[in-house]
Nanobody, 126 residues
Framework: QVQLIESGGGSVMAGGSLSLSCVVS????????MAWFRRAPGKEREFVSG????????FYADSVKGRFTISRDNTKKTAYLQMDSLKPEDTAVYYC???????????????????WGQGTHVTVSS
């Protein structure tokens, strides 16, 4: 059984920063490709960023490129999303996701991820 638990959400003014964490329990974390998705109010869930199991490859949605940074610490079984220069349009519920089958690949497709966290709320005020 694999569980993903996000934390670090909250409310911030535009231009501010937040750091999200996703702790994984269960199977070996180092084999798990990780990603962050988000669902804004009234919108579909969308890909934000992904990182390969080794941490050697990263990918970002155009909307967050240059502002968000994904990382992982395999010794702590934790993935991170550092969010800087936040905008009101970044307001959403953020979910971490993981999958053992992707290996070094990064997928933007939700269906490629078997494991999901419960989500953490991020609110950015103007």
């Amino acid at each position: 059984q694999v569980q993903l638990i996000e934390s670090g959400g909250g409310s911030v003014m535009a231009g501010g920063s937040l750091s999200l964490s996703c702790v994984v329990s269960g199977r070996t974390f180092s084999n798990l490709a990780m990603a962050w998705f988000r669902r804004a109010p009234g919108k579909e869930r969308e890909f934000v960023s992904g990182i390969s199991w080794s941490g050697g490859a990263e990918f970002y949605a155009d909307s967050v490129k240059g502002r968000f940074t994904i990382s992982r610490d395999n010794t702590k079984k934790t993935a991170y999303l550092q969010m800087d220069s936040l905008k009101p349009e970044d307001t959403a519920v953020y979910y971490c996701a993981g999958d053992f089958r992707l290996n070094q690949r990064i997928s933007r497709a939700q269906g490629d991820y078997d494991y999901w966290g419960q989500g953490t709320h991020v609110t950015v005020s103007s």
